[in-house]
């Protein structure tokens, strides 16, 4: 949230939505944000200051770089209540509830964000990931999406659509998502843990009419986890023994 990419673009918003050119303060806090420094923020704005939406959210961006939740969720907060419309103020909120496990708070404020942010992937990202926390599988589905269809190739969210499949049940639909993903990102453990489970719950319950090649991808993808020393990484390489012992008909 405080990358220069992501950063930037609500910068950019802030000048969009609203007029008038900042004050000094606001100026040289702007600076010190694009500059990457955002926990600088703070060393140019003062601790009190006018009730004006970009200063408020500037304070809430140093805050929220320095680490400090609660009185940057208070920031964020004031802006909306100085400009109901001012919704990158939300997007930051719903980081400062992500940041503290309230994961169903942070889905409201995103998809409240959603009405005016929809031009930058990292609002669908988050929105779909804290869907996913809170066991939302068809609401992360529709919002992943809608994701693909304005950034198809953004693989991120290839990985997400399929770990919301899965989550919902919809096994084939997960394993044609997350195999296209996994083949492209082999070192991402988490993907290719839960493609692994699929594969061998499908394995186990009909192992003699699964192709060889089925069992070769399995121990493939299970080398690669083993290798890279992924957490689950005890109950794959007992997956790992059991498959290449096993010797199918």
């Known amino acids: 949230m405080l990358g220069a990419d992501v950063l930037g673009h609500f910068l950019d918003r802030t000048s969009e939505l609203v007029p008038g050119p900042p004050s000094a303060d606001v100026q040289a806090a702007l600076e010190r944000a694009r500059k990457g420094d955002a926990a600088g923020i703070l060393d140019v704005l003062p601790a009190v200051g006018q009730e004006e939406v970009r200063f408020v959210f500037l304070r809430g961006i140093g805050l929220l770089a320095k680490g400090q939740i609660a009185p940057a969720s208070t920031q964020f907060r004031k802006v909306l209540e100085l400009s109901s419309e001012f919704f990158p103020a939300a997007v930051y909120l719903g980081a400062c509830y992500a940041a503290t496990d309230e994961?169903?708070?942070?889905?409201?404020?995103?998809?409240?964000?959603?009405?005016?942010?929809?031009?930058?992937?990292?609002?669908?990202?988050?929105?779909?990931?804290?869907l996913l926390r809170v066991a939302e599988p068809e609401e992360a589905l529709r919002v992943t999406e809608d994701a693909l269809a304005r950034w198809p190739e953004d693989d991120t969210f290839r990985r997400r659509l399929g770990l919301a499949y899965a989550m919902a049940g919809r096994r084939g639909e997960a394993l044609t998502a997350l195999t296209a993903y996994v083949e492209h990102h082999p070192q991402d453990a988490g993907a290719v843990f839960v493609t692994l489970r699929l594969l061998f719950d499908a394995f186990s319950a009909d192992r003699a009419g699964s192709p060889p090649e089925e069992r070769q991808r399995m121990i493939r993808y299970a080398r690669s986890y083993v290798d890279a020393r992924g957490p689950n990484q005890e109950i794959v390489a007992r997956w790992l023994r059991y498959l290449e012992k096993d010797k199918a008909p």
Do not use: C, F
Not at 104 to 128: D, I
């Open 103 to 130: 994961d169903r708070q942070a889905a409201g404020a995103w998809q409240t964000a959603l009405v005016t942010e929809s031009g930058h992937p990292v609002v669908y990202r988050l929105l779909a990931d804290a």
